[in-house]
């Protein structure tokens, strides 16, 4: 990567990311880059909310010594856009608080129902609706099926379904004409697309039934042409391996696909119907079961799913936990989950509800669990405090590999794509989740290595993107306002389509006014971040903290890993807190080891001091040198920006215990650990929770909390010493311990709910923990493209 340059001036033509992979090992940071001046945020905007706290920079009040204002005030978030974006999405998930799952209908399940002759004997369709349904869908060229995506086996499989259910009744002759020809014209296109990953479910199977009832009708298709063939043949290689035995046993999702087999058992199946009456949740499975047994039970599932579809049906249905679930990943991860909080809960109260010891399946009356949506729904439980226990893996676990569900023909890649990232929430002594990780990665990283990132059950521009992300950056690694960078790209929205026995689309999981209203976000955050850089470099200059070691690049870093982590608008106050800290505590370190320790030159006992009585004009006296005093007011010109009253105390506390911990030690030790705590205590007193952290210093839990987070930081402070030198010798021993504190931090923050230590408080421990496995993580190179991807590269 090359040299960023003028990146505040010219950030619209700063060069875009491809791969953001972490390289090693780590290299000095490079020159500056920032040379010029922001250009100030443009004033298009509608009164936000303030922290009122006594930061004088927020108030637009800070100034160089001059009469007039250094900077411009604060930009304000008064995009009435933006909220207008968010009610209108809070409209959307109030009309689908009862619904079974928002998607889309299918003309190949809707044939299906069309094709069920009237349950009292007469020749009559049983569902007219259907028919209707069929003759309003048709598309311009004859065909049925997604109309914005075109995949020859959704096309084929639904044009020969709708064909086949009006020839078959006699009606709309023309549009049957029309549909025939659109067959006979395209027929050829199978097995000639590169489709092979993409391949509708079932289809093998399916299709060719749809081909025999076709030739009984008299059809004019070549059945004789070589593509069909070799469906033909694919067909009776799957149904052989099919266990008829198996299939009359129990639930499996070869249910699913019911009306593509033949010589079936019914007196057993249909004890195998869900609750509501549905073979597999599949409506063409249903309604074929229906013409063979004419069973009152079956009729109602259909008789719901067309009435809720204007007459059509969709493939699969219900889809109710699905749709909630994969709803509240796509707004956390694009980064605008905190506008949402009582919509996400009752999506996961919804969902919960249904969890069971054996896991998840997509909707609330499938019996047959799967890895996927278990595995979505355990990450986003975990993350949420539900109780919920990893050993519901141990159900898709076979001889070492893990499955989405029993009798699959092959491994989906998002299922263990989501599996890998719901594994990265281990606690103490879950290994099925440490079996379920390594054996994830390995699949995944060969799945990439090969070019193979599409998937059998969606058709996304940027799941190859997503994987490699989450492969290059372990979830412990990974800053939230990074990920959702990076996410903004590659989310599809509306044009992410699902593959079932035709393609189909899910709009409250991929919706264009999530995409907008996240750019909308991001786009503000970054006005913001850009501001307060600017403030913070004025603060960093005036206080001459270069003179100790500390680059303008290096000061911009710690502001960027407190943005990149604590960016919600009303959360400056903690956000500076934390940056301010990070450098000055950098700068005071480097003096200390300059001096060949902290006690060498009296600038530890002075500062201590200063603390002590406030009187910083006194010990800036006694200071022997202008790098000492220029230490001593900066930290008591920190203190006042950052707290007054109690707080204050509490923060002067806090920098004591930091600097008390300086003695006696090596110049060349690792002093992350108590630097990790010190940033933790100031991100509580900013946040206004001062009361709260004087009353946890004395919680057995918060003391906990902190040795496991000093620990951790600690030796991922002594790793880059390490590294920096040239050394790897023990790196893979610190690794395995820090992952080890790492699953017991997660699960006091996230498995734990005591009333010690309150969620807010224990969510900055893990925090500024993340901050520092990015650190180690990450080489320089990679951290410099971050914060200008993130910072100064605008959201298109």
């Given at each position: 990567m090359q040299q960023v340059q003028a990146i505040l001036a010219a950030s619209s033509v700063l060069p875009r990311v491809a791969s953001l992979r972490p390289t090693a090992p780590p290299q000095p940071w490079r020159q500056s880059f920032l040379g010029l001046q922001l250009p100030q945020p443009a004033a298009r905007?509608?009164?936000?909310?303030?922290?009122?706290?006594?930061?004088?920079?927020?108030q637009g009040a800070e100034t160089t010594g001059e009469s007039t204002p250094a900077v411009e005030r604060t930009p304000k978030n008064t995009d009435g856009e933006l909220l207008d974006m968010v009610d209108a999405i809070k409209a959307t998930f109030k009309a689908a608080r009862n619904s079974l799952g928002e998607t889309t209908v299918s003309a190949y399940d809707t044939a299906w129902i069309a094709l069920v002759k009237n349950l009292d004997g007469s020749d009559t369709p049983q569902f007219p609706m259907a028919i209707d349904w069929i003759a309003r869908n048709q598309l311009g060229d004859g065909s049925w099926g997604d109309a914005d995506f075109f995949l020859i086996q959704d096309r084929l499989i639904n044009t020969l379904g709708c064909v086949v259910a009006l020839a078959s009744w006699g009606v709309h002759m023309d549009q049957c004409s029309r549909g025939l020809s659109y067959i006979?014209?395209?027929?050829?296109?199978?097995?000639?697309?590169?489709?092979e990953e993409w391949m509708m479910v079932g289809f093998e199977i399916t299709f060719p039934t749809l081909l025999e009832m076709a030739k009984g009708l008299g059809l004019d298709i070549n059945y004789d042409d070589p593509a069909l063939q070799d469906i033909y043949a694919k067909r009776n290689i799957k149904l052989a391996k099919i266990p008829r035995e198996a299939l009359h046993a129990k639930p499996t999702t070869l249910l699913h696909s019911l009306e593509g087999m033949e010589g079936?058992?019914?007196d057993r199946l249909l004890p195998f119907r869900c609750p509501d009456g549905s073979f597999h949740s599949s409506p063409a499975a249903t309604a074929y079961a229906l013409s063979q047994t004419g069973n009152k039970e079956l009729l109602g599932y259909l008789e719901l799913a067309i009435n809720n579809f204007d007459g059509g049906a969709p493939c699969t249905y219900p889809v109710d936990n699905f749709d909630r679930l994969w709803a509240v990943d796509r707004l956390r991860r694009l980064g605008i989950s905190r506008y949402f909080p009582t919509e996400i809960k009752e999506c996961l109260e919804y969902a919960y509800s249904h969890w069971s010891p054996q896991g998840m399946s997509y909707g609330e009356h499938c019996p047959v669990k799967d890895i996927d949506d278990t595995a979505m729904a355990f990450r986003l439980f975990r993350l949420h405090g539900y109780n919920v226990s990893s050993s519901v893996f141990k159900h898709?676990?076979?001889?070492?590999?893990?499955?989405?569900?029993a009798g699959q023909s092959s491994q989906s890649l998002t299922a263990m794509y989501n599996t890998y990232r719901a594994s990265?929430?281990?606690?103490?002594?879950?290994?099925?989740?440490?079996?379920?990780?390594?054996?994830?990665?390995a699949f995944l990283e060969k799945r990439r290595a090969s070019g193979n990132l599409k998937d059998k059950w969606v058709i996304s521009k940027g799941l190859p993107s997503e994987v490699e992300y989450a492969l290059d950056y372990p979830w412990k690694a990974s800053l939230p306002r990074i990920e959702t960078r990076n996410y903004l790209e590659q989310y599809g929205a509306s044009e992410d389509v699902w593959i079932g026995k035709g393609l189909y689309r899910m709009p409250l999981v991929c919706n264009d006014l999530y995409l907008k209203a996240a750019k909308a976000d991001f786009t503000y955050f970054q006005r913001l971040s850009r501001f307060e850089w600017l403030s913070l470099k004025r603060w960093y200059i005036r206080?001459?903290?270069?003179?100790?070691?500390?680059?303008?690049?290096?000061?911009?870093?710690?502001?960027?890993?407190?943005?990149?982590?604590?960016?919600?608008?009303?959360?400056?106050?903690?956000?500076m807190g934390w940056a301010r800290t990070a450098i000055l505590a950098d700068a005071i370190a480097s003096h200390f080891r300059r001096n060949a320790g902290a006690g060498a030159d009296g600038t530890m006992e002075i500062l201590i001091s200063g603390l002590a009585t406030d009187d910083w004009t006194n010990q800036a006296r006694e200071a022997k040198d202008s790098a000492a005093r220029s230490l001593t007011y900066a930290l008591d010109e920190l203190i006042d920006l950052h707290a007054f009253g109690n707080a204050s105390d509490s923060l002067r506390e806090a920098w004591k215990q930091w600097l008390m911990s300086w003695t006696g030690k090596e110049t060349h030790e690792s002093s992350e650990g108590d630097?990790?705590?010190?940033?933790?205590?100031?991100?509580?007193?900013?946040?206004?929770?001062?009361?709260?952290?004087?009353?946890?210093?004395?919680?057995?839990?918060?003391?906990?909390?902190e040795q496991i987070t000093s620990s951790i930081c600690r030796k991922l402070g002594t790793k880059n010493l390490a590294q920096d030198g040239g050394s790897t010798d023990n790196v893979e021993?610190?690794?395995?311990?820090?992952?080890?504190?790492?699953?017991?931090?997660?699960?006091?923050?996230?498995?734990?709910?005591?009333?010690?230590?309150?969620?807010?408080?224990?969510?900055?421990?893990?925090?500024v923990v993340k901050s520092f496995c990015y650190v180690a993580h990450c080489s320089p190179e990679t951290i410099d493209a971050h914060v200008s991807k993130v910072l100064f590269e605008n959201v298109i």
């Open positions: 905007q509608r009164p936000g909310s303030m922290v009122n706290c006594k930061v004088s920079w927020l006979q014209d395209n027929l050829w296109r199978l097995g000639r697309d590169d489709e079936l058992d019914w898709f676990e076979k001889d070492g590999e893990f499955f989405c569900f990265q929430f281990a606690f103490p002594g879950e290994d099925d989740l440490d079996r379920a990780r390594s054996f994830c990665r206080n001459n903290l270069q003179a100790h070691g500390v680059t303008e690049q290096s000061a911009l870093r710690a502001y960027f890993l407190a943005a990149a982590t604590i960016f919600e608008p009303n959360r400056a106050a903690e956000r630097t990790a705590l010190l940033l933790v205590r100031t991100i509580e007193i900013c946040s206004g929770r001062h009361g709260s952290a004087e009353q946890n210093l004395r919680s057995s839990e918060y003391a906990q909390l021993a610190l690794d395995q311990e820090v992952d080890l504190e790492m699953k017991e931090l997660t699960h006091r923050v996230y498995g734990m709910n005591g009333n010690e230590v309150n969620k807010a408080t224990r969510q900055t421990f893990f925090d």
